[in-house]
């Protein structure tokens, strides 16, 4: 492969440095202090979000100098109801980010503890934890089967996961969901990552015993807008928006959540997108030897005993992956957002294999 004009690091420059890794994607001046001399603009890969952005209409700024009416709030939540399949607004919660939602859950389900099936996202254990609540992980089917009978229990999975991209099928998850119920429990599924992969269970609702997340950031790019949505029954849906308050979400989330969550032809057309990136991306990974997994098309967990090393490597070359402190053998990627991106990638990745087939 041809060498392209921005610095590619010797095997002597590569060594991994013992900084504090962020908890989450993002963060990329933060950790790109520590790399001072890799090529810029860096390259984001560490979110897992949709690279190419909804090009909502911004709202004028007018509509910023006065609070957003309740009937825009409910409009958004008619927009979302639909989008999900869901079958009345009023099971739509709105919130500042699917991430604001999760640490309201232990504030309106009524379990002493969270068993959650990992290794998955973080935020749902922190949120418990920070509660006072027992935290239990486990990871097999079998084991969360098993927990979803014991009293004042709440189970918590992503569909799609994050990070391995794992996708369960809308049958398994709806007969657990029913087992949580007939004891009195609940079934938290974070669909951050649903829009492009997945059948959602949000059409079961309302169902006695489920609550469903859902993210706009990721699927539309647009993450600093902070929309997320909360869908249960009802009765909880608005115990659960009397806890958010008022005013939940700003006017521009409201402008951007209904114009983009009404546009279908964008959804499909992003889906393919981000299918025609995945393939690529795998195929790149394939080529170099890098093993992976997942399903999810935003993302990809590639296994590798040195990944401390290829994120170091990566960053070196100015490109953001997300590494795990408690997973020393995994780092996820995200799908670059250009043609600039995904050169500085294939270079980059290119070089680790001809360094691998070196030692």
């Given at each position: ?39 810029r ?158 059948e ?6 309302p ?28 009765d ?38 981000a ?28 296994q ?27 780092l ?28």
């Amino acid at each position: 492969m041809e060498k392209k004009d921005f610095p590619i690091v010797s095997d002597e420059d590569i060594s991994f440095r013992p900084l504090s890794i962020p908890a989450h994607g993002g963060q990329v001046r933060t950790i790109m202090r520590h790399f001072p001399d890799a090529p810029r603009p860096y390259i984001d890969l560490s979110t897992g979000i949709n690279p190419n952005a909804y090009p909502f209409i911004m709202p004028s700024f007018h509509s910023l100098t006065r609070l957003p009416e309740a009937d825009e709030e409910k409009d958004l939540r008619v927009a979302a109801a639909i989008a999900y399949r869901a079958a009345d607004p009023d099971m739509v919660v709105t919130g500042p980010g699917s991430q604001s939602l999760i640490s309201l859950l232990p504030r309106i389900l009524p379990a002493s503890q969270a068993c959650i099936w990992g290794p998955t996202y973080s935020g749902h254990a922190t949120a418990w934890k920070l509660s006072g609540k027992t935290v239990a992980q486990v990871f097999d089917w079998e084991n969360l089967w098993q927990k979803a009978a014991h009293p004042g229990t709440v189970c918590i999975l992503c569909n799609p996961n994050n990070p391995d991209g794992r996708i369960v099928s809308p049958a398994l998850l709806k007969e657990l969901a029913d087992r949580c119920a007939s004891y009195g429990n609940h079934l938290v599924i974070d669909e951050a990552f649903a829009d492009f992969d997945c059948e959602s269970l949000i059409p079961a609702l309302p169902h006695p015993g489920l609550i469903v997340l859902r993210s706009f950031g990721k699927t539309y790019g647009l993450p600093g807008i902070r929309l997320g949505f909360l869908l249960a029954s009802p009765d909880m849906a608005e115990h659960a928006r009397n806890l958010v308050g008022a005013w939940p979400v700003s006017s521009i989330a409201i402008a951007a959540g209904k114009e983009a969550l009404r546009d279908d032809d964008w959804l499909e057309q992003a889906r393919l997108t981000a299918l025609r990136a995945k393939k690529r991306l795998v195929t790149l990974l394939d080529r170099a030897g890098l093993r992976h997994t997942g399903q999810a098309s935003l993302f990809t967990l590639v296994q590798t005993h040195n990944a401390e090393t290829f994120w170091t490597h990566l960053c070196e070359n100015g490109i953001v992956s997300r590494i795990f402190a408690e997973r020393p053998d995994t780092l996820r990627l995200g799908l670059p957002a250009n043609e600039e991106a995904w050169t500085r990638l294939e270079t980059a990745i290119e070089y680790w294999r001809e360094r691998m087939m070196a030692v």
